[in-house]
């Protein structure tokens, strides 16, 4: 970025949006790691390899509730042939066998308890005659076997799922509610993962309410920072909302100072050719900054750069446009992929799909266009409906939408039954895969 000083810092470039993402991740990299517990790591990215300290299960245990016996003690029982055995004892679930099955006896045996010693199979209750014993009130000291069963039946052998040693987890994963399960079922209550980015959202502008605010003629409610800080949230980060900067130097620097202890910094609106010029200006001063013309549509115009912080980190930051439905756009394309990155992720794309599109997208200008749609399937066909006028002031747009429809830059229109591919921002319940 290093060509990009002051007298050169108004020089739009045309980026594709590739050639700008490519940028942007060049300047952000995985944080580092932190010990925390697993409950509070979920979909982050492990920073070790997680090794078994135990056989899993640590004995054979049962599969059954029912007799652990010797196998040959039932050699040719059948319902018309019963062997009858004693009952020398019980094994609860949890519990240490504390006896030797001797030949020629059961020992009652819950699942999951380990197989006392001796033992080299179990016979299921409902092959015995217990049922009708317990029943009839007869004595539950000798137990009737219907069944032969051949050694290791409804046994689960020591180890059969983890060995002391084995890894069970790499690094590089990342934790969903199972990995989280498996970490338990190690006994771990710390993971070593790569840490949240925080990630600083500031808006500018004088017109700007804060919601709660009393309504005031001629200001409008900032849209922005709501739904910037909660997609950073939802794609790993830690939102810090930095509130409003006023249009004048003053504010504008305070507001960027307080940003620069984050891993990464969002504005909106200031980036554009018509914007007062502070914004800019308070950006130059504390680091390098370009300002793109990026090739879509919404979000056109962008600026990224890096600014010093006051610790001598280099804190990147992604100016996004003012429109709301051009921040959020220009959010899932740029600023997703960064934080992502951050958390150790290595796959930054949204999940696609083609469908058949309802409506016609007409592309007047050679950008890309991220129409929002809302995708629906239908006998087996995804189908895309565009949300109503897409103009990038009009919000309710987006949150009508569930992806983002794309016509590619040097096609002009995209007819109504013409095959396209959508970016799903979301993957409702309605939708069936």
Same mark, same amino acid.
């Given at each position: 970025?290093?060509e990009?000083h002051?007298h050169?810092?108004?020089?739009e470039?045309?980026?594709?949006v590739?050639?700008?993402? #490519?940028?942007?991740?060049g300047?952000?990299s995985?944080l580092?790691a /932190?010990?925390?517990h697993?409950? !509070?790591s979920?979909?982050?990215?492990l920073?070790?390899d997680?090794?078994?300290?135990?056989?899993?299960?640590?004995m054979?245990?049962s599969?059954?509730? =029912?007799?652990? @016996?010797?196998?040959?003690d039932?050699v040719n029982?059948s *319902?018309?042939?019963?062997v009858?055995?004693?009952?020398?004892?019980? @094994?609860a679930?949890g519990?240490?066998?504390?006896?030797?099955?001797?030949?020629g006896?059961?020992?009652?045996?819950?699942t $999951?308890?380990?197989?006392?010693?001796?033992?080299?199979?179990?016979?299921?209750?409902?092959? +015995? #005659?217990?049922?009708?014993r317990?029943?009839?009130?007869? &004595?539950?000291?000798?137990? *009737?076997?219907?069944?032969e069963?051949? &050694?290791?039946?409804?046994?689960?052998?020591?180890?059969?799922?983890l060995?002391?040693? #084995?890894?069970v987890?790499?690094?590089?994963?990342?934790?969903?509610s199972?990995e989280i399960?498996?970490?338990?079922?190690v006994?771990?209550?710390?993971?070593?993962?790569?840490r949240r980015p925080i990630?600083?959202v500031?808006s +500018?502008?004088d !017109?700007?309410?804060l919601p709660?605010?009393?309504?005031n003629?001629?200001?409008?409610?900032?849209?922005?920072?709501?739904?910037?800080?909660?997609?950073?949230?939802?794609?790993?980060?830690?939102?810090?909302?930095l509130?409003i900067?006023?249009?004048?130097?003053?504010?504008?620097?305070?507001?960027?100072?307080?940003?620069?202890? *984050?891993?990464l910094?969002?504005? &909106?609106?200031? /980036?554009s050719?018509?914007?007062?010029?502070? /914004?800019k200006?308070?950006?130059?001063?504390r680091?390098e900054?370009?300002?793109w013309?990026?090739r879509?549509?919404?979000?056109?115009?962008?600026?990224?750069g890096?600014l010093h912080?006051?610790?001598?980190?280099q804190v990147?930051?992604? =100016?996004l446009p $003012?429109?709301?439905?051009?921040a959020?756009?220009?959010f899932?394309?740029?600023?997703?992929p *960064?934080i992502?990155?951050?958390l150790g992720r +290595?796959?930054?794309?949204?999940?696609t799909?083609?469908?058949?599109?309802?409506?016609?997208?007409?592309?007047?200008?050679?950008r890309?266009v991220y129409?929002?749609?809302?995708v629906?399937? !239908?006998t =087996?066909?995804?189908?895309?409906?565009?949300?109503?006028p897409?103009?990038?002031?009009i919000?309710?747009?987006?949150?009508?939408?569930?992806?983002l429809?794309?016509?590619p830059?040097?096609?002009?229109?995209?007819? @109504?039954?013409s095959?396209?591919?959508?970016?799903?921002? #979301?993957?409702p319940?309605?939708?069936a895969?």
């Amino acid at each position: 970025m290093a060509e990009h000083h002051h007298h050169s810092s108004h020089r739009e470039d045309m980026l594709s949006v590739e050639a700008a993402l #490519d940028r942007i991740l060049g300047y952000v990299s995985p944080l580092d790691a /932190v010990d925390q517990h697993p409950l !509070e790591s979920l979909g982050q990215t492990l920073a070790e390899d997680v090794t078994s300290p135990l056989d899993l299960p640590p004995m054979d245990n049962s599969a059954m509730d =029912g007799f652990a @016996v010797r196998s040959t003690d039932t050699v040719n029982a059948s *319902a018309d042939n019963p062997v009858e055995l004693p009952v020398i004892g019980y @094994v609860a679930a949890g519990s240490i066998p504390d006896l030797f099955l001797q030949p020629g006896t059961a020992i009652r045996i819950m699942t $999951g308890a380990p197989i006392p010693p001796g033992a080299d199979a179990v016979v299921p209750f409902e092959d +015995t #005659d217990e049922i009708q014993r317990k029943a009839s009130g007869a &004595s539950l000291g000798q137990v *009737a076997f219907m069944q032969e069963v051949p &050694s290791g039946t409804n046994l689960r052998p020591a180890g059969e799922d983890l060995r002391v040693g #084995d890894i069970v987890l790499h690094r590089g994963t990342i934790l969903r509610s199972a990995e989280i399960g498996v970490l338990a079922s190690v006994g771990r209550d710390r993971a070593s993962v790569l840490r949240r980015p925080i990630v600083a959202v500031l808006s +500018t502008g004088d !017109e700007l309410l804060l919601p709660g605010q009393p309504p005031n003629s001629g200001k409008i409610y900032d849209a922005n920072s709501f739904g910037i800080a909660s997609a950073v949230q939802r794609y790993g980060g830690i939102p810090k909302l930095l509130g409003i900067a006023r249009d004048n130097f003053q504010d504008t620097s305070l507001k960027l100072e307080e940003g620069l202890s *984050a891993d990464l910094l969002i504005t &909106s609106a200031g /980036v554009s050719k018509g914007d007062y010029d502070f /914004v800019k200006d308070v950006l130059m001063q504390r680091g390098e900054i370009a300002f793109w013309s990026v090739r879509m549509r919404p979000a056109r115009p962008l600026a990224f750069g890096t600014l010093h912080a006051p610790d001598g980190r280099q804190v990147p930051h992604i =100016g996004l446009p $003012g429109n709301p439905v051009s921040a959020l756009v220009a959010f899932e394309q740029f600023c997703r992929p *960064a934080i992502l990155k951050m958390l150790g992720r +290595t796959n930054f794309t949204k999940p696609t799909i083609q469908a058949v599109l309802r409506d016609a997208i007409h592309n007047f200008d050679s950008r890309r266009v991220y129409a929002r749609a809302v995708v629906t399937k !239908e006998t =087996g066909i995804y189908y895309a409906s565009l949300t109503g006028p897409q103009g990038s002031n009009i919000l309710t747009s987006m949150s009508k939408a569930n992806g983002l429809a794309i016509c590619p830059d040097d096609v002009g229109e995209m007819p @109504v039954g013409s095959t396209v591919e959508v970016q799903m921002l #979301d993957w409702p319940e309605g939708i069936a895969l």
